[in-house]
């Protein structure tokens, strides 16, 4: 059973860039792993951010991009904003099942 | 509009039965797969279930297998997850989410766009 390991936490000052990791137990990140990202605030649900490693959806802000980097995904956020805090997911496709990763919980200070 | 309606909030006994569900609006309900999502209190998201509502084709997560069902009844475009015996362990909030694979070029995508609001199933004595 895959295991996708991501941050638990990590802090970024407004206007800073900070990138996140999405890593797999079973060896590199591919774009056959399919990643996704979401972001979830307090109390709301989910909402995606990107498709297929590094594809956008209307609605993602530009400061947001994703990318294969060292065997991981990763989710790099420029400028950020305080509305960006929140909690992110990833998701990976591994052997036939999809598999979130633990979440980082990004604080914007 | 675009949208995936749970239902309301249950609060169930261990040992009951539960259904919950997803009504679709706005696409066609056999375009897009549908999954379930369940998120305990105070932690993250674990892929439950999901289904291709076109031919019922269903994958289930490892944890999940055999604690749950998914279905679809396409005449009402609504997705189910269901239990036959519920444990306080299931206390969760469940969201479905529809995703589907496209092909650019030939070059696979697979996609997470839409999700519902959740449904908050409470498991206690």
């Known amino acids: 059973q895959t295991v996708v390991t991501q941050e638990p936490s990590l802090t970024v000052s407004p206007g800073g860039t900070v990138t996140l990791t999405c890593a797999s137990s079973?060896?590199?990140?591919?774009?056959?792993?399919?990643p996704n990202w979401f972001q979830q605030r307090p109390g709301q649900p989910p909402r995606a951010l990107i498709y297929?490693?590094?594809n956008k959806y209307s609605w993602t802000p530009a400061r947001f991009s994703g990318s294969l980097l060292g065997g991981k995904a990763g989710l790099k956020l420029l400028n950020a904003q305080p509305e960006d805090e929140a909690d992110y997911y990833c998701?990976?496709?591994?052997?036939?099942?999809?598999?979130f990763g633990g979440g980082t919980k990004l604080t914007v200070l | 509009e675009v949208q995936l309606e749970q239902s309301g909030a249950e609060m169930n006994k261990p040992g009951e039965s539960l259904r919950i569900s997803c009504k679709v609006s706005?696409?066609?309900?056999?375009?897009?797969?549908i999954s379930w999502v369940r998120q305990m209190p105070g932690k993250g998201l674990e892929w439950v279930a999901t289904?291709?509502?076109?031919?019922?084709?269903?994958r289930y997560g490892p944890s999940f297998q055999g604690r749950v069902t998914i279905s679809g009844d396409k005449s009402i475009s609504t997705a189910y997850l269901q239990w036959r015996s519920l444990e306080a362990s299931d206390t969760a909030i469940y969201y479905c989410?529809?995703?589907?694979?496209?092909?650019?070029?030939?070059?696979?995508?697979?996609?997470?766009?839409?999700w519902g609001r959740g449904t908050l199933v409470t498991v206690s004595s």
């Open positions: 297929s490693v590094d």
């Open positions: 079973t060896g590199a990140v591919t774009n056959g792993n399919y």
């Open positions: 289904i291709d509502p076109s031919d019922s084709y269903t």
């Open positions: 706005g696409y066609r309900f056999t375009s897009y797969w």
């Open positions: 989410v529809r995703h589907n694979l496209k092909a650019v070029a030939g070059v696979p995508y697979w996609f997470f766009d839409l």
């Open positions: 998701l990976l496709h591994s052997g036939g099942a999809w598999v």
